[in-house]
């Protein structure tokens, strides 16, 4: 059965360790990460974004394939079925779906906009049982066009927001999502300090997981994160693993051809891509 995010991340802050949000895609994705998740004991929050949810032929969908995977696949450990990056739209159909987690982004807004919408979503999910991540502080990355750094959220717009009963507060730190530039200036340690001093308990998350060094997601998660968002990593081992396949004509071969056989080296290189995550964030063995 889904469980909220909220009591996992609230054991990792405590903890010091982190939970891996990996976005899925379709059904091969899902099933190695869930797989990963259960071999490794591991808590594990599979994220879909609005492009993903339409891609997998809606949320209603996705929720009924990833109930199925859970009690077929005998999967044990703590699972979130997470929206990310939720439209105010997106996070309504989400809920009525049967996700068991969302991010509501109204970074876009002026903060009193997304401190109403936001308010309006805490009283919603606390009702259904859902947990709810907001976001402070837009999170840049390849839609803005190349940019050295990525913004900075004001701490105090993030204590405001954090009153307000979410579950997750993800805010701006210098991280972007996709492949990080050459000129990137790393994260701000000082402004995710400056949060979390402001914020206390509440896990933060880290948006943007894909090449950011080891020992810098370690240091983030030392100053509070306890959920790191996980996409574009997973895509390029699956896509370079999936090359070699076909680059080595195997698909030419016997029943190469086969989509269980042509797919399946892209799903192990996601399966040990999740399990380096796992133990890099210190999740394995805490389900
Ligand atoms: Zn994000």
Redesign the pocket.
Known sequence: MLVSAKEMLQKAKAGHYAVGQFNINNLEWTKAILLTAQENNSPVILGVSEGAGKYMAGYKTVVGMVNGMLEELNITVPVALHL??GSYDGCMKCIEAGFSSI?F?GSHYPIEENVAKTKELVQICAEKGLSLEA?VGA?G?EEDGVIGKGECADPNECKAIADLGVDML?AGIGNI?GKYPANWEGLSFETLDAIQQLTGEMPL?L??GTGIPDDMIKKAIDLGVAKI?V?TECQLVFAEATREYIEAGKDLQGKGFDPRKLLAPGAEAIKAKVKEKMELFGSVNKA
């Open positions: 990310d990056h991010m982004d976001e999170i990355g993800a999502h998350v948006h943007g968002n996409n």
